[in-house]
């Protein structure tokens, strides 16, 4: 029984493999998941982006229960590997009871391995009133769910998000998200006679703004910030430039300035750097500071914008803010400040909030702001979505859990993710919705190394199932 379903999964899953559907191209597999849903329903809507919901009806004697929705995201990331064609299309293979690619391509079974479960199951399973959402751009920014429209979520009970990557986990609850864009007009003068050095921060462990928050990394850019202001203390210099950090909801691993100094300050920064850097022995082990004498550069900042940046980098609440009061070692909210760079003329800094707590959302965001505009940045807030707050005695998840206890022998690991997830804006829109994302187990998403567990495939859909059987 067990490879009966595996395959029939993977016939599900292949479909999809032979017509691409990276973020913004998904309106061929959008169509055909329309058409395919005819099979199963007479009240399917596509909107203009490409985002999917139809009504299943009960099967016979389950019309009396309560309705579900089972929610998946028809895009992927595709990461092109060796020997890959760039078609965009998905040629897999079985390698010791995985599912993959062979390199050649991600998988995208982050979230078509969610898709095909979906399909098996209306092929499959008496059920109670289904909800089929499909929606589009999950990849580049939750895009689709948040121009989804709220009648598809209207008169459900339940949603089940099936964009889980760990088969003993259930989560229940995603952060909120704010991206901030800071920017001030470079002002640039003549540079002085002195000698000028190119400081460089490397090897830091980095990590993602939302998973690796609470491990207290080094920030490549807060600690050049701090290195400066700590050799402003020994001798003047001017700031030719400072760069650092790739994306605001990363954090930065490396970055880089170039002064002018009027005396000789490489050992200055030797130890001022050393002594930084003890502080991230445990964390970043390969961090290091190398400091290089260089050209001099034509202009440099005035003295008032290199004063300005150093107080913003000193200033900026970065970081933990709180963790969870329930689950545990779970944080509840934080800021990352991602990148510095200069850009038209202008010197702009990206950082990103996360949030279960909208006040505390609101608190990061004015201090940033605060700080910022003391020292002549202007504001911008580029996106703001809502979390999802978890609800840790929620009838569908305790439903679920004896389910998960019953097939594996054993307890789920129970959670909220410090990180966005599509039920945030489902249950903006039903503020009565109860939703758990769950899944099988995938691997090395977004990479060609991508690999879903075959094995995984079986307990989810019998988990699955018998909740849509007695929701």
């Not at 009565?432 to 998403?445: A, P």
Request: charged fraction near 20%.
């Amino acid at each position: 029984m067990n490879l009966q379903i595996i395959n029939e999964v993977l016939e599900e899953f292949y479909k999809l493999c032979e017509i691409p559907h990276q973020p913004k191209n998904e309106k061929q597999l959008s169509d055909m998941l329309k058409n395919y849903l005819t099979d199963f329903s007479q009240n399917i809507v596509q909107d203009d982006l490409g985002n999917i919901w139809a009504d299943i009806p009960a099967s016979e004697g389950f019309e009396h229960m309560l309705c579900v929705a089972l929610q998946a995201h028809i895009d992927m990331v595709y990461a092109i590997g060796e020997n890959s064609d760039k078609t965009g299309k998905v040629f897999t293979k079985i390698e010791n009871g995985y599912l993959t690619t062979g390199g050649t391509s991600s998988l995208g079974a982050d979230c078509g391995a969610g898709v095909a479960v979906i399909f098996w199951l209306l092929k499959n399973i008496k059920h109670c009133p289904l909800r089929v959402i499909l929606t589009v751009q999950e990849e580049i920014g939750l895009i689709g769910a948040s121009k989804i429209s709220s009648e598809s979520v209207e008169n459900i009970n339940y949603l089940i998000n099936l964009d889980g990557f760990s088969a003993n986990r259930l989560i229940i609850g995603a952060a909120g998200g704010m991206r901030e864009h800071f920017s001030r007009p470079l002002e640039l003068v003549n540079s002085p006679a002195g000698k000028s050095y190119e400081i460089t921060i490397s090897g830091l462990s980095g990590g993602h703004s939302g998973f690796d928050i609470d491990k207290n990394r080094g920030n490549a850019v807060l600690i050049l910030g701090e290195i400066l202001r700590k050799l402003q203390t020994k001798t003047p210099f001017a700031v030719a430039c400072f760069n650092g950090g790739e994306a605001f909801n990363a954090i930065p691993y490396t970055a880089s300035a170039k002064i002018i100094t009027a005396i000789s300050a490489k050992n200055a920064l030797e130890d001022i750097s050393n002594e930084i850097l003890t502080r991230y022995k445990q964390t970043d082990s390969s961090a290091k500071v190398n400091i290089t004498e260089c050209e001099t550069p034509e202009k440099v900042w005035s003295g008032e914008l290199l004063n300005s940046v150093l107080t913003v980098l000193g200033g900026f609440a970065n970081g933990v803010y709180q963790m969870h009061e329930e689950l545990k070692n779970t944080v509840s909210d934080s800021s990352n400040l991602g990148r510095i760079y200069e850009q038209d003329g202008e010197l702009c800094v990206d950082a990103m909030i996360r949030y279960m707590d909208e006040s505390a959302c609101q608190a990061l965001h004015q201090s940033h702001i605060l700080v910022c505009s003391m020292c002549g940045f202007m504001s911008v807030v580029r996106t703001h979505y809502p979390a999802w707050k978890p609800k840790t005695d929620g009838t569908m998840l305790n439903k679920i859990t004896e389910l998960y206890k019953a097939e594996h022998n054993s307890l789920p690991e129970i959670l909220a993710q410090h990180v966005g997830l599509e039920p945030s804006y489902f249950t903006k829109h039903n503020k009565n919705l109860e939703c758990v994302c769950m899944g099988m187990d995938i691997y090395d998403c977004h990479a060609p190394s991508e690999r879903l567990k075959l094995d995984s495939i079986p307990p989810f859909v019998r988990i699955l199932s018998a909740f849509l059987q007695n929701p």
